[in-house]
């Protein structure tokens, strides 16, 4: 049945994982999207703002300086283009901090409240509600992640020197910090621990198994780039169709319909890599639940415990 619980505290090997990570996104897709639109409508509209600057500024100068045309627009729209650009590139900075914070909180909370709830029977708003209780903690993990995502870059152009080996070395401490990053959040919000002690827990967890944690965000991080890629597949192509017949009839490119199309592809691509990264999350919640049953077996002490009670 579709609706049947999905056990997350398993010790499960590396090929379980998966299995239940799909299990897990087949039975919860449709009501997480829900809960990820409702809590997200502000920033989708942000985004699409943020979408409407960077498209303007970029259209905008391509269809001044485009000979195509025999426009010249002078000095003072090509800094009103700049103008667009700027401004949309640091809004949707400002916006992708937010919302990356925010829906890293959301799907950890959505699988933890499933977790209690053993299976889908909860509120949105219990959700949103372990959201806001552990907002403070939220923000000041996501300053954490400066300094370890520096570190991680200066060690990215050291490796970058070394041949082959220097890039595979790259990418395995990536897909580490990934699930290092993504179980601390898990254990910080599950646990109720602090922001330093749910990143020592954290490491405790993933470096006992490296290759496992590795594997796992490697595997799974393709197949959800992959998914991203399926879904994107025919917008894409329908924007492609439109390039070629503005390129082929020399439709203004700064057109109404031109700057509608583009922004809207655009402000698309930007969502889906919103819920791209809560997908993401979801592998570290797999990862966590398995990860701390294979390391403190509580829940199979705590069966073991019940059958013994049953037989006496």
Known sequence: MKDKYIELRINRDFGDILTAYFDFLKQNIKKFTNVFLSYNGIFLIGLLITSYLLVSGFVGMISTNSA?????A???????????????GILFFLIFLMVAGLNFSLSSSYMIKYDEHKGIGFTKTEVWNLTKEKLGNTVVFILLLIPIYLLFFIASIIFAFIPLLGMFAQYIIQFFLTAWIGVSFYSMLSENKGVTDAFGEGWNLVSKNFWKSVGVNFILGLLNGLLMFIVLIIPGILIGIYTFHVVENNVDVGGIVSTVVYTLG?????????????????????LFYTLHEKTYNINTRSKIEQIGQSEQ
Request: glycine share 10%.
């Open 68 to 72: 195509l045309y025999g426009i010249d």
């Open 74 to 88: 002078g000095q003072t729209d090509d800094e009103t283009y700049w103008i667009y650009i700027i401004a949309g």
């Open 266 to 286: 655009l402000c698309a691509l930007l969502i889906l890599m919103v819920y791209a990264q809560c997908l993401s999350q979801f592998i570290n919640g797999i």
